[in-house]
């Protein structure tokens, strides 16, 4: 099996349109969460999410890929050309030819829906933009990224709800592991930050009106997020021959499915998933130094993760750093595993861990190190990320040092 590394990243979010601007912010603590701001949001009960600001996509866009890009593919381009700038690959003959890209996404083009329900249902039209299907497919960010950068092997979209971006990363990881392809693009993006995205969410009963507290024993819900994390996965010897920067190895992975409710979380299955990937790293628990959480900030995610992390990790659980960083830029949904994984780097190269912020209460039921409210300074070699997502799916990457 080939050695799989990371040679680019690239992201915008709620905390920064770039990587370097992310990580800042994240070291620092920062909430990039606030008031939302979109039509209707005053017939929502959910005012508040992590919602891209500054951003005009007319700026970095003209206006027939406005026609074809819906705000989730926006942010998947931006990110794309952020990773693969840092990566230095330009794809070309064999290595066009052979390597693609892996995204995932829950949603797609729910803000293309949402406008377009609008025009037919309020408005009374009885036409829409002929590209509003290729506008809003699920697949449009993958193929989009494939067009703009001649990738011609395996492309694809993942939508797994809350897990996409991990799956995705998982399928791109093996791709490039198994020797069937030499580099991919991957990661995911998500942009549900509109009237009826907010609005279906609300309905699950899970959205906190406030803030999103991780761990906190007076957490009540999880904060929606938007934007995109994109990365580079390259066959080591690859990116070792072309004196590439390396930013860390991904040495595993592993998925499973809880088998039993649509909504509700399993211990077993998020216990099986995060198992699973230590043994495809071939790593012991206790190589372990930190894992960046699930962590909505609901009252039973919280819990059921850190009692899978403590059955897993035994006795090395109270050793361990975990964090979530959707206390900073809100649950991404389908792209929230991509932006995450940018602190799991950060953890591998800098040494520095995120922290979950807004927390203010000890919870008995999450009772691990969850580094709160401040970063630290702490050399780990191999990181975790975890995504548990609705129906039961999970996904978990693990990452070292190089």
Known sequence: MKRVVITGAGTINA????VPDTLDAMREGRCGIGQLDFQDVDRLSIKIGGQVRGFEAEGRFNRQQMALYDRFTQFTLIATKEAITQSGLEFTGDLAARSGVVLGTAGGGVSTWDANYRSVYEDGKN????FVVPK???NAAASHVSIEYNLKGPSFTVSTACASSNHAMSQAFQMVRSGMAPAMVTGGSESMLCFGGVKAWEGLRVMSKDACRPFSANRN???QGEGAGVFVFEEYEHAKARGA???C???GSAMSSDAADIVMPSKQGAARAISGALKDARVDPSDVGYINAHGTGTAANDKTECAAVADVFGPHADNLMISST???HGHLIGGT???ELLACIMALRDGVIAPTIGYEEHDPECALDVVPNEARDAKVNVVLSNAFAFGGLNAVLALRAV
Do not use: A
């Open 221 to 223: 819900g999880m904060v």
């Open 15 to 18: 905390l920064g349109h770039s």
């Open 136 to 138: 809003l497919m699920n």
């Open 249 to 251: 190895e991904v040495i």
């Open 326 to 328: 959707k206390s900073m």
């Open 127 to 130: 036409r829409v933009h002929p």
């Open 245 to 247: 920067e390396i930013l």
């Open 337 to 339: 595993g991509g932006v």
